[in-house]
T-cell receptor, first 109, second 114 residues
Framework: GQNIDQPTEMTATEGAIVQINCTYQTSGFNGLFWYQQHAGEAPTFLSYNVLDGLEEKGRFSSFLSRSKGYSYLLLKELQMKDSASYLCAPMDSNYQLIWGAGTKLIIKP | DGGITQSPKYLFRKEGQNVTLSCEQNLNHDAMYWYRQDPGQGLRLIYYSQIVNDFQKGDIAEGYSVSREKKESFPLTVTSAQKNPTAFYLC?????????????FGEGSRLTVL
C-alpha cells in the first residue's frame, strides 16, 4: 500500500531552525511536493524535488533521497508566520499526489 | 488575476439534502481535482478530471458526483448518500504537464451537516 509518515506536531523557537521529516512508500515515484497550510486555509506550494539532493529556496530548503524513501523540509530563521501545517506529498506512478496528514509546526517567541 | 474560486466558503445542510459546491478557474488548466480534508488526516481525492467531459473517481467517490462541461468549471455535488459529509472541501487545478506542475488550490468550502 501507499503510506506517508511525518510527525504530527513540532514546536520551535522564533529565529531557530527546524527540520520536518517525511518517509513514504508509494507505487512508483514521480517527485515529491511540500505544501504549507495555515489553519482554515488552502495549501500553498513550497517545493518540488524529483532528483536526490537539496533544493534551496530562500529560508526554506527541501531534501530528497529516493533510495531511502525520505524527504525533509528545513526552515531557517523561523518567524511567527511560519506557524502552520506542512504537508508532504509524493507523486505516484499515475501522477497522483499521495498526501500525508501533515506536521503542525508551532513557533514560540 | 488568475486563480481558483470556490463558493460558498461556508455551507450548512440538513440531513437528506444534496448540495453543490462551485469551483471555477481562469488559469487555463486542463486538470481539476476535488479533495476532502478531515482533522488529523491527509487530503483525500474525491474526483478528478483531466479534460472536458471526462472525469475519474478518486479514493472516496461514493456519495459524491461531479460534472466537467466547461474547462473552467468543476462543480461537486454532495448527495444524501454521503453518510458523513461534514468536512473541508478543496478544489485544485494543475497544468497538463503534471511532471513539473504543482497544484493550485481554491480557498476551500467548509460544509457542516446539521
Amino acid at each position: 500500500g501507499q503510506n506517508i509518515d511525518q510527525p504530527t506536531e513540532m514546536t520551535a523557537t522564533e529565529g531557530a531552525i527546524v527540520q520536518i521529516n517525511c518517509t513514504y512508500q508509494t507505487s512508483g515515484f514521480n517527485g515529491l511536493f511540500w505544501y504549507q497550510q495555515h489553519a482554515g486555509e488552502a495549501p500553498t506550494f513550497l517545493s518540488y524535488n524529483v532528483l536526490d539532493g537539496l533544493e534551496e529556496k530562500g529560508r526554506f530548503s527541501s531534501f530528497l533521497s529516493r533510495s531511502k524513501g525520505y524527504s525533509y523540509l528545513l526552515l531557517k530563521e523561523l518567524q511567527m508566520k511560519d506557524s502552520a501545517s506542512y504537508l508532504c506529498a509524493p507523486m505516484d506512478s499515475n501522477y497522483q499526489l499521495i498526501w500525508g496528514a501533515g506536521t503542525k509546526l508551532i513557533i514560540k517567541p | 488575476d488568475g486563480g481558483i474560486t470556490q463558493s460558498p466558503k461556508y455551507l450548512f445542510r440538513k440531513e437528506g439534502q444534496n448540495v453543490t459546491l462551485s469551483c471555477e478557474q481562469n488559469l487555463n488548466h486542463d486538470a481539476m481535482y476535488w479533495y476532502r480534508q478531515d482533522p488529523g488526516q491527509g487530503l483525500r481525492l474525491i474526483y478528478y478530471s483531466q479534460i472536458v467531459n471526462d472525469f475519474q473517481k478518486g479514493d472516496i467517490a461514493e456519495g459524491y458526483s461531479v460534472s466537467r462541461e466547461k474547462k473552467e468549471s468543476f462543480p461537486l455535488t454532495v448527495t444524501s448518500a454521503q453518510k458523513n459529509p461534514t468536512a473541508f472541501y478543496l478544489c485544485a487545478s494543475s497544468p497538463t504537464d503534471r511532471e513539473t506542475g504543482e497544484l493550485f488550490f481554491g480557498e476551500g468550502s467548509r460544509l457542516t451537516v446539521l
